[in-house]
C-alpha cells in the first residue's frame, strides 16, 4: 500500500508561484496514476489535474489549463504540481492522490485509492 505525503503548501499572493511535491512509499511509484485534487473550506473535494504512469497522459480542470503544470519524477517516487499565476479563488488544502491504474472517472474522488494527507495553499488579493 502506498503512502503519499505532500510538501510546498503556503501562502503567495495574487500572480504568484509555488510548487507541490508529493513523495510516494510503500508501493511502486511508476505503475500509479496520480493526481491533485484541492478543498475549500464548506466544498467539495475537486479535481485539479492528473498523469498517467508513463507520464504521456495528462488532464487538467478548466480552472487549471494554463497555470498549472503536473509531472513526475520516478527518481524520487515524486509528482510535482506547478501552479503560476495564482488566484484568491486557488485557496484551499490540496491533496495528493493515486490510483492503481488510470480509470476513465479519475475527475471523480471516490475513483482514487489512495490520498496524502493535504498541504493548505493560501493566496491573497
Known amino acids: 500500500q502506498v503512502q503519499l505525503v505532500e510538501s510546498g503548501g503556503g501562502s503567495v499572493q495574487a500572480g504568484g508561484s509555488l510548487r507541490l511535491s508529493c513523495t510516494a512509499s510503500?508501493?511502486?511509484?511508476?505503475?500509479?496514476?496520480m493526481g491533485w485534487f484541492r478543498q475549500a473550506p464548506g466544498k467539495e473535494r475537486e479535481f485539479v489535474t492528473v498523469i498517467s504512469w508513463s507520464g504521456t497522459v495528462t488532464d487538467y480542470a478548466d480552472s487549471a489549463k494554463g497555470r498549472f503544470t503536473i509531472s513526475r519524477e520516478y527518481a524520487k517516487n515524486t509528482v510535482y504540481l506547478q501552479m503560476n499565476s495564482l488566484k484568491p479563488e486557488d485557496s484551499a488544502v490540496y491533496y495528493c492522490?493515486?490510483?492503481?491504474?488510470?480509470?476513465?472517472?479519475?475527475?471523480?474522488?471516490?475513483?482514487?485509492?489512495?490520498w496524502g494527507q493535504g498541504t493548505q495553499v493560501t493566496v491573497s488579493s
Open positions: 510503500g508501493g511502486t511509484f511508476r505503475g500509479y496514476t
Open positions: 492522490a493515486a490510483m492503481n491504474y488510470l480509470k476513465s472517472e479519475y475527475g471523480r474522488a471516490e475513483t482514487w485509492n489512495y
